[in-house]
């Protein structure tokens, strides 16, 4: 049985920083296309990070921004670490599993077979 359960989340100033961490288990994590999405209030789901199997990053735009995306095979975990902090990072984080991921359309909700269950990050001014 496939398992994704995000944890990390919580209440932050703004300005500050955040690591967000996926474990995963009942599937071949290290094989496996991993990435973060989020979900603000009102909003679609957004593709923020990918990892693929043999460690290459992918970022909205190819530019890494304030989010970094790693992963921790011997784990089976992933980790999204957020930099600078904002009121508009106010969302749902879910993390993502697929057996591949197809080029650019790694952003695509569709790509993914299996999702975490969330986790809220709450950010105040």
């Known amino acids: 049985q496939v398992q994704l359960v995000e944890s990390g989340g919580g209440s932050v100033q703004a300005g500050g920083s955040l690591r967000l961490s996926c474990a995963g288990s009942?599937?071949?994590?290290?094989?496996?296309?991993m990435a973060w999405f989020r979900q603000r209030p009102g909003n679609q789901r957004e593709g923020l990070a990918a990892?693929?199997?043999?460690?290459?990053?992918r970022y909205p735009g190819y530019r890494r921004g304030r989010f970094t995306i790693t992963k921790d095979n011997a784990k089976e975990t992933m980790y999204l670490h957020i930099d600078s902090l904002n009121v508009e990072d106010t969302a749902i984080y879910y993390c993502a599993a697929a057996e591949y991921c197809t080029g650019g359309l790694w952003t695509s909700v569709s790509e993914y077979s299996y999702w975490g269950q969330g986790t809220q990050v709450t950010v105040s001014a």
């Open positions: 990892i693929l199997s043999d460690g290459d990053t």
């Open positions: 009942g599937f071949p994590f290290s094989s496996y296309c």
